[in-house]
């Protein structure tokens, strides 16, 4: 059976989810800029001003938003908590945009297919292939680059050219 292909979207978001440290990412499809941000607890879903900034938009254009949250699916050390956390941040894109697609993506999927490998230094790879290979400015932190890495992936998803 075909996979359902994924609408054309006007902005596609990333986010690299957490309990306590949170990156964001959102590619508008319309300019071609993307723009990172970060805040802290999960809790404080809604002072991210960046998503915030983003719905408002999107309503605005009523565009449709394609989000992909990276989620681990194995079991282990922090991973309930990462799980926790991008349920959150599902049920809040939900919620914020009337026309969206939401998907999760576990993190050796896009570590592999744009880093090369999902093992060793991939927090430092990411922040490299941020600034370097997708060149965004202002990449301070992990959060940041693995949100940037996960909105270009699902750039690439989005695209037809790796699939979901």
């Known amino acids: 059976m075909a996979r359902k292909p994924i609408p054309a979207p006007g902005l596609?978001?990333?986010?690299?989810?957490?309990?306590?440290?949170?990156?964001i990412a959102v590619f508008d499809v319309k300019t071609g800029t993307i723009e990172t941000g970060e805040f802290g607890f999960v809790e404080d879903i809604g002072t991210c001003e960046l998503l915030n900034r983003t719905a408002w938009l999107a309503k605005q254009d009523g565009c449709r938003v394609f989000a992909l949250i990276e989620c681990p699916t194995w079991s282990g050390t922090g991973t309930k908590e990462v799980r926790s956390a991008a349920l959150v941040w599902e049920r809040a894109l939900h919620r914020l945009f009337p026309l969206r697609t939401v998907?999760?993506?576990d993190p050796r999927a896009w570590q592999k297919q744009l880093?090369?490998?999902a093992k060793g230094d991939t927090k430092g790879q990411a922040i490299r292939y941020a600034r370097l290979g997708l060149k965004i400015q202002g990449i301070e932190s992990d959060h940041q680059a693995d949100a940037a890495c996960i909105c270009e992936y699902a750039r690439l998803m989005a695209g037809g050219l790796v699939s979901p």
């Open 12 to 23: 596609i978001i990333g986010i690299d989810p957490s309990q306590r440290h949170n990156g």
């Open 103 to 105: 998907k999760r993506v």
């Open 115 to 117: 880093l090369g490998a």
